[in-house]
Nanobody
Framework: QVQLVESGGGLVQAGGSLRLSCAAS????????MGWFRQAPGKEREFVAS????????YYADSVKGRSTISKDKARNTLVLEMNSLKPDDTAVYYC?????????????????????WGQGTQVTVSS
């Protein structure tokens, strides 16, 4: 199985950028569909972005589309999320997740139940 550890969170001003990393160990990230989710206080965990096993295909939530990029750094076995034009509404704990599978038939793995493996999360706070 794969172990996931997120890093890169912190306090960012509105309009700024951040780069979150999720280090995978135990297995290659290329064996998994991977995704980013976030959870704000009092809210359900919500989908942010996902990426196919090969890393060639990606899918984004409307709330972050156009200002976010998900990618796999295969050399470092790391999942990366880069976000720009941050808003206070982006404040949440960000989690990476993984599951053995592949995009097919319009399934882009956008619900928490689609994933088996989770990291512990990293806090992102966007100040106004």
């Amino acid at each position: 199985q794969v172990q996931l550890v997120e890093s890169g969170g912190g306090l960012v001003q509105a309009g700024g950028s951040l780069r979150l990393s999720c280090a995978a160990s135990g297995r290659s990230s290329a064996d998994y569909v991977m995704g980013w989710f976030r959870q704000a206080p009092g809210k359900e965990r919500e989908f942010v972005a996902s990426i196919s096993r090969s890393g060639d295909m990606t899918y984004y939530a409307d709330s972050v589309k156009g200002r976010s990029t998900i990618s796999k750094d295969k050399a470092r076995n790391t999942l990366v999320l880069e976000m720009n034009s941050l808003k206070p509404d982006d404040t949440a704990v960000y989690y990476c997740a993984a599951v053995r599978g592949e995009y097919y038939g319009g399934n882009y793995y956008i619900t928490p139940g689609d994933y088996i493996y989770w990291g512990q999360g990293t806090q992102v706070t966007v100040s106004s």
